[in-house]
């Protein structure tokens, strides 16, 4: 079965600090990889999706993120976060289950990202 | 262009009453995904539903938790005699599913905060 690791579990930086948040997903086949956020209070948003082609892929707000096939990993990263980017980060794989022949969307725990002004 | 909607936003039961929480998809979605967050435990997949039918139903307790998602109408998750433990925010998300090999994103609602008393 598909897995997904965020190693960080709660990061806190300082404005204008520098960001990466590591992923990394447990499936052998053709993945599709996404990170969403999540503002307090809210729900899930999109950031960046990654389907095919440059492994390097830029998404909303400044964020990008690096597919590293042989690492099985897609790392976030931002080269100066801002207050408002404190929220919580999760990583996304979409794969094919094997037995079924359905896609289906496994997240990792998460990563709370907490900005310091 | 209404996204993913989810009634209620907040929902108090007492212990051994019935939860039933609702989610209409994106006009035009056919797949529906259910997730429930816990603190630190980031989303946990819950449940997959197409029009009419469980695709993957992995994630649900097999006891009290029911889902599905009519011809007509909204998804629908509905947990029976609630417990204490059933606290937690679900949330429901819905794709497209064009091509199984795209893995289209998923769009979230805003999440059904249950509080069981």
């Known amino acids: 079965a598909q897995s997904v690791s965020q190693h960080n579990h709660h990061v806190i930086l300082s404005e204008a600090a520098s960001l990466e948040l590591g992923c990394n997903y447990s499936y052998g086949g053709t993945v599709n990889l996404f990170w969403y956020v999540q503002y307090p209070g809210q729900h899930l948003q999109l950031l960046l999706k990654y389907f095919s082609g440059d492994p390097l892929v830029k998404g909303i707000k400044g964020f990008e993120a690096e597919f590293i096939k042989s690492k099985f990993s897609f790392n976030l990263r931002k080269p100066s976060v801002q207050w408002s980017d404190t929220a919580e980060y999760f990583c996304a794989v979409n794969a094919r289950v094997d037995s079924g022949g359905y896609q289906k969307v496994t997240f990792g725990t998460g990563t709370k990202l907490q900005v310091i002004p | ?117």
Not at chain 2, 62 to 67: L, P, Q, T, Y
């Open chain 2, 1 to 117: 262009n209404a996204g993913v909607m989810q009634n209620p936003r907040h929902l108090v039961r007492r212990r051994g009453q019935e939860a039933r929480l609702r989610c209409s998809p994106v006009k035009g979605h056919s797949h529906v995904y259910w997730y429930r967050q816990l603190p630190e435990e980031g989303l946990k997949f819950m449940v997959y539903l197409q029009k009419e039918n469980i695709i993957d139903e992995s994630g649900m307790p097999k006891e009290r938790f029911s889902a599905e998602f009519p011809k007509e109408g909204p998804s629908i998750l509905r947990i029976q005699q609630v417990v204490r433990g059933d606290s937690a925010a679900y949330f429901c998300a819905s794709s497209p599913g064009i091509t199984a090999s795209r893995g289209s994103p998923l769009h979230f609602g805003n999440g059904t905060r249950l509080t069981v008393t």
